[in-house]
């Protein structure tokens, strides 16, 4: 399973935008990236999901290098409700994957 | 779309209680489900894996007696801390995965023992 790395903590002003940026050197060719957010006392929730280049949804885009041996999230201009723990995953998208929580990012928005 | 539903969300008993804990896949059918634990200030630690109607797959250092896992459904897993102490408080998660779809987590269950 690829293991992921990312900053412990950022902080941002509110209307920035924020990027976290997540490296799986040993991520294999079928694996997918994953992003969630998780607030206090509440279950981890779904982002964005890629696997190369960009991806881009209604909160977030993705962009993903060709080595694909990191992956960044990014969140335009961020509201202190964006405050929160921020988890990338890696891993295929079928049987037992995806399922090893790194450290995360704490980002904190001030305002 | 993909709301999983974990009840209770926070549970107090008495040392040496059992207590339940159902996670519900409420509009797919979910063919594995997981059982996380999260300490405070933690990250999440993945307890389990369990599929419809075969038995979990615990990680290691994870006593599958302590923490029985039923998956009797496509849309329903339970599961039940047995005799409940002080150090088994703590924040369970569970999340559910149909094929080719990432996974999709409860809100969680505070459970407190006294």
């Known amino acids: 399973l690829a293991k992921t790395t990312q900053p412990i903590s950022m902080d941002s002003y509110e209307g920035q935008e924020v990027n976290i940026t997540c490296s799986h050197n040993?991520?294999?060719?079928?694996?997918?990236i994953t992003w969630y957010q998780q607030f206090p006392s509440q279950g981890p929730r779904f982002i964005i999901q890629?696997?190369?280049t960009k991806v881009t949804n209604e909160v977030a885009s993705l962009f993903i290098p060709a080595d694909r041996k990191s992956s960044t999230l990014s969140l335009p201009r961020v509201s202190l409700s964006d405050t929160a723990v921020y988890y990338c995953?890696?891993?295929?998208?079928?049987?037992?994957?995806?399922?090893?929580f790194g450290t995360g990012t704490r980002l904190t928005v001030i305002p | 779309g993909a709301v999983v539903s974990q009840h209770p969300s926070w549970v107090i008993c008495k040392s040496g209680t059992s207590v339940k804990i159902e996670c519900r896949s409420l509009?797919?059918?979910?063919?594995?489900m997981f059982w996380y634990r999260q300490f405070p200030k933690q990250s999440l630690m993945l307890m389990a894996t369990?599929?419809?109607?075969?038995?979990?797959?615990?990680e290691q250092g994870v006593e599958k007696d302590k923490f029985l896992i039923n998956h009797a459904s496509l849309t329903l897993s339970t599961l039940t801390v047995t005799s409940a102490h002080p150090e088994d408080s703590s924040f369970y998660i569970c999340?559910?995965?149909?094929?080719?779809?990432?996974?999709?987590f409860g809100d969680g269950t505070r459970l407190s023992i006294l």
């Open positions: 999340s559910a995965k149909s094929s080719m779809e990432p996974q999709h």
């Open positions: 040993n991520i294999a060719t079928n694996d997918y």
């Open positions: 890629g696997y190369k």
């Open positions: 995953l890696v891993g295929a998208l079928t049987g037992a994957n995806n399922l090893f």
């Open positions: 509009d797919f059918q979910a063919t594995t």
């Open positions: 369990s599929n419809e109607g075969s038995k979990a797959t615990y």
